[in-house]
């Protein structure tokens, strides 16, 4: 009886509630088995390494090119930077909360935590947050990718996470090294490559919950250049044939008919680039000198090359922001432009978000924390598009905000503030500021006419 059950949106359930070396053993194996190729495929096409790099050689007399145009980081690398490249806002009512955030995010870095999280899930539709104690007790977050993470959630409707995997295997070793994580402990384990799992040391850890948070690019588990994958590759491959051919007319053959060409003449034809020919009277036969050519498909691979990148846009949905076309559009025209990415990005938003709830719900878990465990229900988050910004146009729009809206509300529309409640509170320690400073003139003034009046009325009675 299988312990452990894959399904097509790569989840892995189990009925089992005990995690036991069989368990994690028999998870393992469907991870490598099962998901594992689908993951190091979509890195390294990422990482510019395509099966056309890979293909045979051809004989050696004939062009071999092996051209590629990477689509698949442009489209990863393009959508996560609209969709996340400006840093998400996080925001909560309780000023104490707040600053226990701000330490919280810059201890660990979460602008680009944050950033290469989601870059991750666009590459392999999916990633994880691991949280852990580092040697000075604080409370640390790292991003991990499904290559060597996996988690595994029971087979009720809610699909919890019961536990997940941490492991890895060095080049050309059989016997790899890792964690298996639950709610309670962390587990140290040896793994054998295909084979079983073996626990070790057991330790105790103080979140409550299992530290493992899963980032899913969409319910399907699929990477945002998924579904072109094959239109990139056969455009890699048409590209490359087109190169060939140039190749190929570069070193054509050169015929000559109907002249019988004695030792040494073609190497003298070769370096003079002369050719004396005449009509031979005997037979009449023309001379005729020529390249042989093969059949010109020029018009035929530029249409498909074509085809393939309008299609390849198309269907992943994210804008060719390289196109000539595309710089000269605004207004309502770029927003249909880029409707389609912007769908993608704000069902995006909602996986983030899920997922940043889950892993503050974890922190403000641990006993160390000085906030109340529930405080994370009360975060804010604000995803702002990566375009460029009329920051005249945003500030006209918080002018005829002002009456009905809070200040908090009307600054979080500026593109150039990052934290308005920050932003309040400068503001408020600038008018305090400037407020002390006009009692401190007033007083000055006021110091300034005594003393005038006071020399005034010395001159009048010395004068007298």
């Excluded at 590459?123 to 991003?143: K, S």
């Excluded at 207004?331 to 899920?354: E, H, I, P, V, Y």
């Excluded at 593109?415 to 400073?437: F, G, H, T, W, Y």
Aim: net charge negative.
């Amino acid at each position: 009886m299988s312990l452990v059950s894959l399904n097509k949106r790569k989840l892995l359930t189990t009925s089992t509630e005990e995690v036991t070396e069989d368990l994690v053993a028999e998870a393992v194996r469907l991870h490598q088995s099962q998901l594992l190729k689908g993951y190091v495929e979509n890195e390294e096409m990422y990482m510019s390494r395509y099966d056309i790099l890979k293909a045979s050689k051809k004989e050696p007399w004939k062009p071999d090119n092996r051209l590629v145009i990477n689509y698949a980081k442009y489209i990863v690398d393009t959508f996560s930077g609209y969709q996340i490249g400006v840093p998400v806002k996080v925001r909560h009512d309780n000023e104490q909360v707040t600053d226990f955030i701000d330490r919280f995010r810059k201890i660990n870095d979460m602008e680009d935590t944050e950033f290469e999280l989601a870059k991750m899930a666009d590459i392999f539709g999916h990633a994880f947050l691991y949280v852990y104690q580092d040697e000075l007790g604080q409370t640390r977050a790292t991003y991990n990718s499904p290559v060597n993470m996996l988690l595994i959630h029971d087979n009720s409707i809610e699909e919890k996470p019961l536990f997940a995997v941490r492991y890895a295997f060095n080049d050309g070793e059989v016997t790899g090294y890792g964690q298996v994580l639950t709610a309670r402990e962390i587990i140290n384990a040896t793994f054998q490559l295909g084979g079983e799992v073996t626990f070790g040391e057991r330790s105790s850890h103080i979140y409550g919950k299992l530290p493992v948070v899963e980032l899913i690019e969409n319910e399907e588990r699929q990477g945002v250049f998924e579904s072109v994958k094959t239109l990139i590759n056969a455009l890699n491959k048409a590209v490359s044939e087109k190169a060939n051919d140039v190749d190929y007319f570069a070193d054509a053959y050169l015929k000559v008919l109907g002249v019988e060409l004695k030792e040494g003449m073609a190497d003298q034809i070769k370096e003079n680039r002369i050719f004396n020919l005449w009509k031979n009277s005997a037979d009449g036969v023309l001379p005729d000198v020529g390249f042989l050519e093969k059949p010109n498909s020029d018009t035929t691979q530029e249409n498909l090359i074509a085809l393939l990148k309008e299609t390849i846009f198309t269907v992943s949905m994210v804008a060719n922001l390289s196109d000539e076309n595309f710089g000269n559009t605004s207004g309502t025209a770029l927003a249909f432009k880029l409707q389609a990415m912007d769908n993608l990005a704000k069902m995006k938003d909602r996986k983030l978000q899920s997922a940043l709830n889950r892993l503050y719900e974890l922190v403000f878990n641990v006993p160390m924390a000085t906030v109340p465990s529930d405080s994370w229900t009360g975060i804010k988050y604000q995803f702002t598009r990566n375009v460029p910004r009329n920051i005249l146009e945003e500030s006209q729009i918080v002018a005829q905000l002002s009456g009905q809206v809070s200040d908090e509300t009307k600054l979080s529309v500026l593109s150039i503030v990052d934290s308005p409640q920050s932003e309040l509170e400068k503001m408020a320690n600038e008018e305090k500021n400037a407020s002390r400073l006009s009692r401190i003139m007033a007083q000055q003034e006021r110091l300034a006419d005594k003393d005038l009046q006071a020399n005034s009325q010395d001159v009048i009675a010395n004068g007298q």
